[in-house]
Structures are given as structure tokens and as C-alpha cells.
């Protein structure tokens, strides 16, 4: 009985020892293959993930040309989109005639250089006829000025027309300044023709005007500028006499002129010390604000010499170079001397005397003549010949100890 029971019980061990080692077998084998499975999973996951990182690299690639192509038409559009130079306005009241004159003398030159110099018409008052006219150009904004307030004179006598003419400028500056928020104006009159190379002239200008500011605003105008005083219309002057007639200013002048403004009178008030503080004015020697038929390249001239440390020096070396002529007869003894010469005056009503000898203006303003600089005012007498009227401070504000 004993020996049957250890034979049932080696069965038994051995029947478990076989099914143990099956199921080791099975085991191993789905351990292979859930391995080989997990190996092929590894690798088809590493697949994924380079094929992921080359997609992200080509959609990086792809973004950067994309952002490039962007940026190259964005820079291209910025081209095309110049900023202004300055606006230009023309200050009209009454005389459609004349503003048609005006305005066809601009678009001739303007329309090249549109973007740079946007064409204002300011009209001051309701004339229909004005209106019209302005409003028949595309290439022009037309502003209304209209104005009910009564108008008081401080002096009896006075036309009231000078006071109706300040508000007009303060309000059209004030809004191509501050509502369309240009960073300079040039303003003309309903007047006046312009000449072929205007808008080079002030676009040349307006970079000297940034990097010098002692210069409070350029003119095209040159107040003995006929032709029998002209020669060279390459030349342009530093001058302490505000000119007008055709100007340009900047931005940061008139937020300092606009709150203090004057009722009449504006173009004598700027030529007040007080006002231009000892700030100058660039004029030409021809005049851009009629057509004399000379074409000057701007961007191609080096106006260096127009910064004030470099024109005081330039300035008092040519009058030191000039002959002096004294005595009475000074026209009839310019005109027997060959070069420049100069002309010594005391005093105003001396400088009176000597202009009204040559024909040019006799005018002073606040202790300065029309056009002068230091007190020295130039013009030809003949052509090319400069004739320079030197007052009795010039030398010591040129820094010209002696001759």
C-alpha cells in the first residue's frame, strides 16, 4: 500500500514537474514575443519620433521663409509708403483767378513727388467760387476756415483783413500740425508760382533743419532777390530777417508759436527777437517762388557749409576777403572795383542812405535789416560782383578782429 502511494506520488511530482516546465515554456515564449512585439513598438516609436522632428524641422523652415517673405514684402510695402516731407497748403481767401494760377504751378512739379508733399488748399471764408475751384482738384484736400467771431483792432485805423489773416494761419497750422500730425508745413500764398526744383530745395532743407536747430525756418524767398541783384542760384544764406513768402517750419516751432499766436501782424511778430530767440532763417539768393527757369540737382549738394559753426567762419573770411569802398558815390565806386566789396553804414538811417543808392530794401525790423545776417546784408551790384552793407557791430559778431 505504502510503495503504491510513493508511485501515485513520483506521478504526481512528475506530471507537475512537466507542467511546470510547459508553462515556464509558454511563458517565455509570450514573454519573446510580447518583447520582440515591445523592440518593434521601441522602434517603430523612434521612427515616429524622427520623422516628427524632421517634419517639425521642415515646418520650422517653412515658418522662417514664410516670416522672411513677409518681412521682405512688408519692407517693400514700407517703401512704397513714404513719409512726408511736409504738407504744403495754400492760403486762399478770395481769388479763385489767382489759386487756380497757384495750384496748376504746384501739380506741375507736385505731382512726381505726391507722397512726399501732400497738397493742402486752406480757405478762409465761404467765397463759392474758391470753393469750387479747390474742390475740382483730386490731388489737393481743400480746408474750410469759418470764422463768425467779431474782429477787434487794437489801434484805431487798422484793417482788420491782417487780424482775419492770423487766425487763418493759426487755425490751418494748428490742424495740419496737431489733427493731421505732420512734422512740417510749408506755406505758400494764392499768389505765388513755384519754381522747377521747389520740392528738392525743402526736401534738401528739411535734413539740414534736423540737424541744426538753430535754424527756425527756411524761405524760398529772398527779399532782394530781382534779377539785377541775383547771380548764383546754387548760393544759399544763412539770414537773421525772417523772409516768409513761401516757408517751411517744423513741428516743435509751432507747438512753441501756436499758444502765444499774435491777433495781426505774424510775419513782423516772428521777426521779433523775442520770438526767434537769435534763431536764423536759410534763404536762397534766387527766389523758388517764381519761374526763372533754373533747375538746381538738391540731393546732390553738400549743404554742410549752411550749420552754423561752419557758415560764421565761411561768412566772415569772404567779407574779409571784400574790398572796402568809402565815402559818398558807393554804387558808382562798386562799380569801378573788380571782385566783392563791402560797405561800411553807422547806423540805420546811414544803411537807408546806401540802399536807397542801390535799390535794394531799405527796411528794418527790430534792429535788422531785411536779409541780413550779423548785421551784413548781401547782394550783387552788377552781377557777378557782391556788394556786402556792413553794420558797426558785424565784425565783432563774426569774430573778425581785423582786416
Known amino acids: 500500500m505504502t510503495n503504491k502511494f510513493l508511485c501515485d506520488f513520483r506521478f504526481l511530482l512528475l506530471a507537475a514537474a512537466v507542467a511546470f516546465i510547459y508553462i515556464q515554456m509558454r511563458l517565455f515564449t509570450t ?21 516628427m522632428r524632421k517634419l517639425i524641422d521642415q515646418i520650422s523652415m517653412q515658418q522662417s521663409r514664410i516670416v522672411d517673405l513677409e518681412v521682405k514684402g512688408l519692407q517693400r510695402r514700407m517703401n512704397k509708403i513714404q513719409t512726408p516731407v511736409a ?19 504746384i501739380l506741375k512739379y507736385q505731382n512726381a ?34 470764422d463768425s467771431k467779431l474782429v477787434q483792432t487794437e489801434r484805431p485805423g487798422e484793417l482788420i483783413a491782417y487780424y482775419k489773416i492770423a487766425r487763418h494761419y493759426k487755425w490751418a497750422l494748428d490742424k495740419l500740425f496737431h489733427e493731421y500730425k505732420f512734422s512740417r508745413v510749408i506755406i505758400l500764398e494764392d ?37 539785377q541783384f541775383v547771380h548764383d542760384p546754387e548760393i544759399l544764406y544763412r539770414s537773421d530777417f525772417f523772409p516768409g513768402l513761401g516757408w517751411m517750419l517744423t513741428k516743435p516751432t509751432w507747438n512753441e508759436l501756436s499758444p502765444k499766436w499774435p491777433k495781426a501782424y505774424w510775419d513782423d511778430w516772428l521777426r521779433l ?24 540737382d538738391w540731393k546732390s549738394k553738400d549743404l554742410s557749409y549752411l550749420m552754423e559753426d561752419k557758415y560764421i567762419k565761411l561768412f566772415a573770411e569772404i567779407l574779409k576777403n571784400a574790398k572796402p569802398i568809402n565815402g559818398a558815390d558807393a554804387v558808382l565806386k562798386a562799380s569801378n572795383v573788380q571782385g566783392d566789396v563791402r560797405v561800411h553804414y553807422e547806423d540805420q538811417p546811414d544803411f537807408e542812405r546806401i540802399a536807397r543808392q542801390f535799390g535794394v530794401f531799405q527796411e528794418w525790423k527790430d534792429g535788422v535789416p531785411r536779409t541780413a545776417y550779423k548785421g551784413v546784408v548781401v547782394f550783387r551790384y552788377p552781377p557777378p560782383r557782391r556788394v556786402f552793407l556792413v553794420g558797426p557791430k558785424s565784425f565783432e559778431l563774426l569774430g573778425i578782429k581785423s582786416v
Request: glycine content about 2%.
Open 31 to 51: 514573454q519573446s514575443k510580447y518583447a520582440d512585439r515591445l523592440a518593434n513598438a521601441v522602434e517603430a516609436e523612434t521612427r515616429c519620433t524622427s520623422q
Open 191 to 227: 499768389d505765388m508760382e513755384i519754381a522747377p526744383d521747389f520740392f528738392d530745395y525743402f526736401e534738401a532743407a528739411a535734413a539740414l533743419m534736423e540737424k541744426d536747430k538753430t535754424i527756425m525756418a527756411v524761405s524760398s524767398w529772398n527779399d532782394n532777390g530781382q534779377k
Open 113 to 146: 513727388v505726391a507722397s512726399k508733399f501732400p497738397l493742402f488748399v486752406s480757405q478762409d471764408g465761404s467765397d463759392p467760387q474758391v470753393r469750387k475751384k479747390a474742390l475740382s482738384y483730386d490731388q489737393l484736400t481743400h480746408m474750410q476756415h469759418l
Open 273 to 296: 527777437q523775442e520770438n526767434h530767440k537769435g534763431r536764423q532763417f536759410i534763404r536762397p539768393e534766387v527766389c523758388r517762388t517764381y519761374n526763372f527757369g533754373e533747375h538746381v
Open 87 to 105: 504738407a504744403v497748403v495754400v492760403m486762399a481767401c478770395n481769388r479763385a483767378d489767382y489759386l487756380e494760377r497757384t495750384i496748376k504751378s
